[in-house]
């Protein structure tokens, strides 16, 4: 089975910057689609960003595109996303998720990924 640990959230001033890391154990890993999710107090679970293969296709919601970007090091079995020019509404637990295969189309809802990490708070103050 794969596990998946996400670290490097944290409290940060509006306009700054933070580096998650998820941890990737498995079979398969380095061919596996894997993405963040993100979700707040009281919202659904919200599609951030996704990543096939080697990290040759990248995937955002309009609303990211240009602030956060996704990357992998699949020697490593590792995954990042980098958060810049945070906002209080980026406040969230973030999760990082798996799937072997996943098309485009369904990329963003999460009843299509098999694999979840625990998430890790970032909060942005104002």
């Known amino acids: 089975q794969v596990q998946l640990v996400e670290s490097g959230g944290g409290l940060v001033q509006a306009g700054g910057s933070l580096r998650l890391s998820c941890a990737a154990s498995?079979?398969?890993?380095?061919?596996?689609?894997m993405g963040w999710f993100r979700q707040a107090p009281g919202k659904e679970r919200e599609f951030v960003a996704a990543i096939y293969g080697a990290g040759g296709y990248t995937y955002y919601p309009d609303s990211l595109r240009g602030r956060f970007t996704i990357s992998r090091d699949n020697t490593k079995s590792m995954m990042y996303l980098q958060t810049n020019s945070l906002k209080p509404e980026d406040t969230a637990i973030y999760y990082c998720a798996d799937r072997i295969l996943l098309h485009i189309s369904t990329v963003a809802s999460p009843n299509k990924w098999n694999y979840w990490g625990q998430g890790t708070q970032i909060t942005v103050s104002s």
């Open positions: 498995g079979r398969t890993v380095s061919t596996s689609v």
